[in-house]
T-cell receptor, first 116, second 111 residues
Framework: GAGVSQSPSNKVTEKGKDVELRCDPI?????LYWYRQSLGQGLEFLIY????????KSGLPSDRFSAERTGGSVSTLTIQRTQQEDSAVYLC??????????????FGNGTRLTVT | SQELEQSPQSLIVQEGKNLTINCTSS?????LYWYKQKYGEGLIFLMM?????EEKSHEKITAKLDEKKQQSSLHITASQPSHAGIYLC???????????FGKGTLLTVNP
């Protein structure tokens, strides 16, 4: 079926505004992840959802960042009062439930966020 | 935290040449993943290695995980322009989901 879908693909916003980034995972994938990719920083883990379990939010850089996942499918990452340092590519990934042998993450094409 | 060092940071080769990219960790890797990324796109899964000494191949790309499970190499045979992109290694820290990634190796293949 279709891969991980993210929208918008590009977002330019003014400093101080709120933004919402959307991720539609692969059907049947119960695990969903958000990563941030900044120039020179590599990929940074933000948050992980697995089924109905409490999400692991340990990677969120500040309380301006939040994410939710409705109905175990679509996820929204919200950044409030955006700052210039929030400019990055935000990548969403999904996978089958993690088992003892791991499960590869399938990534979307990302949302490129630019804060002016 | 588990850091992953990739080398080289960038690589330029002539079409048809072989090349190797390395990924090294200071700690034992529970699982090692190789991904490829083209500009403006997401990461494309290449291979996953879990056992010491494991080796996997797909088309002209071979990945190995050493016996100590602290280093992995990605080897491309007879490179083509389509191989160009950023190669990233990722490893789980034992939690099975919170992957740590290296900073990537930028590969350019000149025709």
């Amino acid at each position: 079926g279709a891969g991980v879908s993210q929208s918008p693909s590009n977002k330019v916003t003014e400093k101080g505004k709120d933004v919402e980034l959307r991720c539609d995972p692969i059907s049947g994938h119960t695990a969903l992840y958000w990563y941030r990719q900044s120039l020179g920083q590599g990929l940074e883990f933000l948050i992980y959802f697995q089924g109905n379990s409490a999400p692991d939010k340990s990677g969120l850089p500040s309380d301006r960042f939040s994410a939710e996942r409705t109905g175990g499918s679509v996820s929204t990452l919200t950044i409030q009062r955006t700052q210039q340092e929030d400019s990055a590519v935000y990548l969403c990934a999904s996978s089958l439930p993690i088992g003892p042998f791991g499960s590869p993450l399938h990534f979307g094409n990302g949302t490129r966020l630019t804060v002016t | 935290s588990q850091e992953l060092e990739q080398s080289p940071q960038s690589l330029i080769v002539q079409e048809g040449k072989n090349l190797t990219i390395n990924c090294t960790s200071s700690k034992t890797l529970y699982g090692l993943y190789w991904y490829k990324q083209k500009y403006g796109e997401g990461l494309i899964f290449l291979m996953m290695l879990q056992k010491g000494g494991e080796e996997k191949s797909h088309e002209k790309i071979t990945a190995k995980l050493d016996e100590k499970k602290q280093q992995s190499s990605l080897h491309i045979t007879a490179s083509q322009p389509s191989h160009a992109g950023i190669y990233l290694c990722g490893a789980d820290k034992g939690s099975n989901y919170k992957l740590t990634f290296g900073k990537g190796t930028l590969l350019t293949v000149n025709p």
